[in-house]
């Protein structure tokens, strides 16, 4: 009874909630009027500027945006009793006026509050494709997101926000759009601010003038609305005429569409039970039939007016005359819907018919009673099939563009617990079938992630779904087939949609499988999750302190021993002096002196002159060397302890001792460099402001990553700190360049702001002089994709294990191994400092310990989906970082290593930098600025001491073997000198796809100081992100994404001519890169190959106009030539190239021709001219 009167009392509360939907706590129309229909006491509008309202939904709605006057338009309300924090729904309708989805440039506010550190927004990325739904502080994991880009001027849409303490929901046009966990609760919520609906002069300021939108039927509700609610909503006001965005097109004759994706209709997803329907026409009849005949089965046809034809599918089948229902061939405007049973083709689809459409089929795309992919589609040549899955997770979105020449099949064993699938065959970028489909895993309820408590041995495990019963876990041998021991769980009545459970683990030593399934009460069980466990032994030596063999030993790589004398120290190709200035009187690279003068403290923008200076030699192995400097200023004494690397490094530590009480305004160290020394600048910023050309002077900030490059092409200076502590400033300028007649001063800025210094205060950085080793120029000749190549065969991400390899599809186990091999002479293993795999049995263990805890990564939260994923481990943890370099070492001198052979023991390392976390049991610290906002270390000597470990064991291995890394924006040679080759790439993906390629965000100048290979001493390779920018944050752009489309392909040749004007790699596989190596094979493409650059003192080639954004340069071989010629300007230019043939040593009378535009010829002579377009580059082989 008990069982019965709890199920009767849901679903009077589930009655009861469906009709109080349209009973908010807010509400306005916005009829001509800004008052509320309801609020709360006291709720009148304000307004920064006078109220317009145009045409809405029923009546008026109200503008808002930023105008063409540069006026912020929108309303603010009080937020007292008209919004709960804690749980809640907003409801509207949005019209853009003057923009659409895809645009770029500018935010799109819609609804906009505050309370303490935690925002509540609504609104349209600036950057992208996205629409962002915001709560708390500014961190990934608050984001839910929905992708627009398919939004056009004038259509209305319908926007629902949901949310409460542990989720939050996005419905789009009455249609789930997104849902999210809440990872960490949310704190701090006072003081509470009004909230804005458009926007005044609190909103965010990134905008274009004059994007506009109508906003109607304004609400806020103070709990979750349901499925149905929402969905009601939004057919209460939807405005007549807004069709479906499916559609199909049935083929003529003899030929068919078959297809599915039929959708529950309580629930408005992917129906467990999938039928199959074909369709087809010829001049009198529509023909429509199912698979499975099913009682009731219908077919509805709506015509343009809105009339309804409802015909029985009687075994399945009808037969429904043209004629009858006045439908022809090619007429638009009508819709069919297909009912089977409880689903449907999610309330209809477009309908044409069309005699050229070709026989097509495909089949149900998911098998929920299997819980996987398996998709299956016809032959249809000229077609082609874009399948996008999306979770709305960061990353979480992926498309498959497949050409239909032959049938297609797909499948995968695993899937989301939920996301959104989109399905369209097209031709000729036309649409011909598609179907937009809500999928979720068949399952009473989801395991979201787990982890072990170690110190309560227990196993925490994270659900989504209600469910009554109990949940079991099942530790099995490794197989799976035996239980050692079982553990059930009562499933709280009072559960939540996310919620957590304990359970003990008490469990020896050893590896397990654990099962998860739920128990419901009937005794049904029913499988949810399994994943492995490692319970590991007293002094686990997967975590002992790892100790290299040879740590005291010089490394292979070129580097010489450190030699030092009292106050000078000779290193390969450097030698510092210490004997005058604050630290260096001299620093050499190359045989060129980089300091105009010793280096400088200057306080309060007066040089400081020293009273006396001593220096002490402490110690000196071959492997460094360090001393103590103490430099008496009268006012202020500087002691420093300086180390000094063999590959450059100087770690320093500075302590500024006041003699008396100081008022300072600004105190900073200064290198004055020569100023044919300092012509380029590589800071920071992924989108950099400064990087490039250095001119006449600069400002930089160096947070978060306290680093900054300056010099000339082929000698620098790198300065690296883990943080800012002691620094004193109020804004963030805390470098910068100041040029006059006798140097380029660089200065520190340590002290910016007002500050009275009493005692001594010290400051930790380093300085590199570059570059740091000798080039392996041979390298430079290997080509990323064409002789290179990534590969990741673990079974766990970045677990090393031969034993533990894929076998799934593509891989099959070492057959994929080979495979790639003979493809590619050299590959690489795929490994990371910091991801790992989330699934792995040591992982399971130790999560709670290994974990980098930020406010966006915590427990649980991963890439992808299981098994294809990865997480982040924090290597400032010990436990970690032993594991990370215990694993590697085992893989490496593991007898018998299949996977190690000739051309294959190299390592690819995806590792920009590390920083400390928030996870307090290892031990985590941040540090606090001046203006107590809490920042986190940048681990450089710990990633030091780690890139030192890998080198050595990769470099023992073979001479020949490689360590690569994935090394991004920052320059940092403490690590970076430890490497044969550098990437980077990523972080731009949005402002790359934003701008349809490279053009003003990599200049020439930009590009050189970022990734040029005779100033960081290694390979460098660009990883371009235009097509991956396109794909994760604009879906609807990159629809059109093709190598032939002009704009992309001139977009591709741009960042190709970026490339090769600086003897730089790309990791890129298009036809235009067989192009580009074709072209390097005429010319000859080894370590004889001698590049000629733009920048050199004495150039080979003298161009004209002269310009910065206009450069060649050239290739020579054994007599043959190559011609990089780059315009990187809006506009055509008539180039002029002279060419110096005897520095060349190339004969003229050579035939040359185009490697990408066929017929176009030249005879090499001692000038060259052509016009090149708009960002145009030609690449020329005379031979």
């Not at 506009?212 to 609610?229: A, C, G, P, V, W």
């Not at 297809?259 to 199959?276: H, I, P, R």
């Not at 009808?318 to 409880?342: D, F, M, R």
Request: glycine residues 6%; charged residues 25%; positive net charge.
């Amino acid at each position: 009874m008990k069982r019965k009167l709890l199920l009767f009392s849901a679903c009077a509360m589930s009655a009861m909630a469906v009709l109080s939907a349209a009973d908010p706590i807010f509400y306005c129309n916005f009829d001509g009027d800004l008052t509320p229909v309801k609020a709360a006491e006291n709720t009148a509008p304000r307004l920064d500027a006078p109220a317009v309202f145009q045409p809405g939904l029923k009546g008026k709605a109200l503008l808002i945006g930023l105008d063409e006057q540069n006026i912020r338009r929108g309303v603010e309300y009080s937020h007292e009793k008209n919004i709960n924090w804690m749980q809640g729904t907003i409801s509207f309708w949005v019209k853009p006026v003057n923009w659409k989805g895809s645009d770029t440039g500018y935010f799109a506010m819609f609804f906009s509050t505050w309370a303490g550190k935690n925002n509540f927004y609504i609104y349209k990325y600036h950057i992208n494709e996205i629409l962002y739904f915001m709560r708390g502080p500014h961190s990934f994991w608050t984001f839910s997101l929905y992708r627009p880009g398919e939004w056009k001027t004038g259509e209305w849409h319908h926007v629902v926000c949901a949310w409460d303490t542990v989720q939050q929901v996005i419905y789009i046009d009455g249609q789930l759009a997104a849902e999210h966990r809440m990872i960490f609760p949310l704190k701090d919520f006072s003081p509470k601010k009004d909230f804005i609906i458009g926007e005044n002069k609190k909103t965010m300021k990134l905008k274009d003038k004059g994007r506009m939108s109508l906003i109607d039927e304004f609400r806020i509700y103070d709990r979750i609305l349901t499925r149905q609610e929402v969905l009601a909503l939004y057919n209460q006001d939807k405005p007549a005429g807004i069709p479906p965005k499916g559609l199909v097109t049935v083929p003529y004759g003899e030929k068919t569409f078959t297809g599915s994706g039929f959708t529950d209709l309580k629930t408005d997803e992917y129906a467990l039970k999938q039928n199959v329907y074909t369709l087809s026409f010829d001049d009198r009849n529509l023909y429509v039939s199912l698979r499975d005949a099913v009682p009731n089965a219908k077919a509805e046809l709506t015509s343009p007016s809105g009339k309804k034809h409802v015909f029985e599918l009687k075994n399945g089948k009808a037969a429904i005359s043209l004629a009858q229902l006045g439908l022809k061939e090619g007429a638009e405007g009508w819709i069919i819907n297909l009912i089977s049973g409880g689903s449907d083709l999610r309330g209809g689809l477009r309908l044409k018919l069309d005699r050229e459409m070709p026989a097509l089929s495909f089949q149900p795309p998911y098998e929920l009673d299997k819980n996987i992919m398996n998709l299956k589609v016809s032959k249809a040549p000229g077609f082609k099939m874009v399948f996008d899955r999306d979770t709305t997770y960061n990353y979480g979105f992926r498309r498959l563009n497949v050409k239909l020449d032959r049938p297609y099949s797909f499948m995968q064993k695993e899937m989301p617990a939920w996301l959104r699938v989109g399905i369209v065959f097209e031709k000729d970028n036309k649409e011909y079938f598609r179907t937009d489909l809500s999928v979720r895993k068949n399952q009473p309820m989801a395991v979201k992630f787990l982890y072990t408590r170690i110190k309560e041995r227990q196993l925490l495990v994270a659900f989504q779904g209600r469910a009554e019963g109990y949940v079991v876990a099942d530790f099995c041998d490794p197989s799976g087939k035996e239980v050692v021991k079982s553990e059930k769980v009562k499933i709280p009545e009072d559960a939540m949609t996310f919620y957590d459970l304990l359970f003990p683990m008490n469990l020896k030593p050893g590896n397990y499988l654990i099962k998860m399934s739920h128990l419901s009460p009937d005794g049904k069980k029913s499988f949810l999750w399994d994943q492995e466990l490692r319970v590991p032994p007293e002094n686990d030596p997967i975590i002992a302190p790892y100790v290299d063999q040879d740590k005291d030993k010089l490394p292979p790589g070129g580097w010489i021993p450190v030699a030092a004398d009292n106050d000078s120290v000779k290193i390969w190709g450097r030698t510092l002096k210490l004997d005058r200035g604050l630290l260096f009187s001299s620093l050499v690279s190359q045989g060129k002196e980089l300091l105009a003068e010793p280096d400088v403290l200057r306080l309060n923008g007066k040089k400081l002159d020293p009273i006396s200076t001593s220096v002490k030699k402490i110690s000196r192995t071959d492997l460094e060397a360090e001393f103590e400097k103490t430099v008496d200023y009268g006012a202020i004494k500087a002691q420093s302890r300086i180390r000094i690397t063999f590959d450059g490094y100087a770690r320093i530590t500075l302590k500024l001792i006041p003699q008396k009480t100081l008022k300072i305004r600004e105190l900073s160290y200064e290198l004055p460099m020569k100023n044919e020394r300092l012509k380029l600048v590589r800071d920071n910023q992924t989108i950099s402001k400064i990087a490039g050309l250095a001119r006449d002077s600069f400002t930089a900030s160096l947070l978060s990553v306290p680093t900054i490059w300056a010099g000339d092409y082929y000698t620098g200076i790198n300065f690296t700190a883990e943080n800012l502590v002691n620094w004193h400033y109020r804004n963030q300028r805390h470098v910068e360049m100041k040029r006059n007649e006798k140097s380029a001063d660089l200065r520190f800025l340590l002290v910016s702001a007002p500050l009275t210094l009493k005692q001594e205060r010290e400051f930790n950085f380093g300085l590199t002089v570059t570059p740091v080793k000798p080039l392996n120029r041979k390298l430079l000749r290997q080509r990323e994709k064409k002789d290179w190549q990534l590969f990741a065969p673990w079974k766990h991400f970045n677990y090393l294990d031969p034993e533990n390899i894929r076998h799934d599809a593509p891989y099959h186990g070492m057959k994929s191994f080979y495979s790639q091999h003979r493809m590619f002479p050299t590959l690489f293993f795929y490994t990371a400092y910091n991801f790992t795999g989330p699934f792995s049995p040591f992982w399971t263990w130790y999560e709670e310990n290994w974990r980098q805890v930020k406010p966006n990564r915590n427990y649980g939260v991963w890439t992808g989906y299981k098994p294809w994923a990865y997480c982040e481990g924090c290597i400032n943890c010990a436990g970690y970082r032993n594991f990370r370099l215990n694993n590697l070492h085992d893989f490496l001198t593991r007898k018998n290593n299949p996977l190690l052979i000739p051309g294959t023991k190299n390592l690819y390392y995806d590792a920009p930098w590390e920083e400390s976390c928030y996870n307090e049991n290892h031990g985590c610290t941040r540090w606090r600025d001046p203006q107590g906002r809490e920042r986190v270390h940048v681990l450089i000597d710990t990633f030091r001491e780690k890139a030192l470990n890998v080198y050595r064991m990769i470099k023992r291995l073979s001479p020949d073997s490689l360590v690569t890394y994935h090394s991004e924006w920052p320059r940092l040679m403490p690590h970076q000198s430890l490497l044969d080759g550098m990437y980077g790439g990523e972080g731009q993906e949005s402002f790359v796809a934003a701008k349809g390629g490279y053009y003003d965000i990599l200049t020439p100048a930009a590009f050189n100081a970022t990734f040029s290979p005779y100033i960081y001493s290694a390979k460098m390779t660009l990883i371009p992100q235009l097509s991956r920018g396109l794909q994760l944050n604009y879906p609807a752009k990159y629809r059109t994404w093709d190598v032939k489309n002009p704009v992309w392909r001139k977009a591709i040749l741009h960042y190709i001519g970026l490339a090769a004007v600086h003897d730089t790699d790309l990791m890129d596989r298009t036809e235009l890169s067989f192009l580009w190596w074709k072209a390097q094979d005429e010319l000859g493409w080894d370590e004889k190959t001698v590049f000629h650059p733009y920048y050199a003192d004495d150039p080979a080639l003298k161009i004209t106009p002269v310009s910065e954004r206009i450069v060649a340069s050239a290739y020579t071989h054994s007599g043959r030539l190559m011609l990089a010629i780059l315009n990187d300007t809006d506009q055509e230019q008539e180039i002029r190239i002279q060419l110096d043939l005897d520095k060349l040593q190339v004969q003229p009378g050579l035939k040359g021709h185009d490697a990408f535009e066929p017929g176009l010829n030249w005879t090499l002579g001692r000038e060259w001219k052509d016009k090149i377009g708009p960002r145009g580059f030609r690449l020329i082989v005379f031979k």
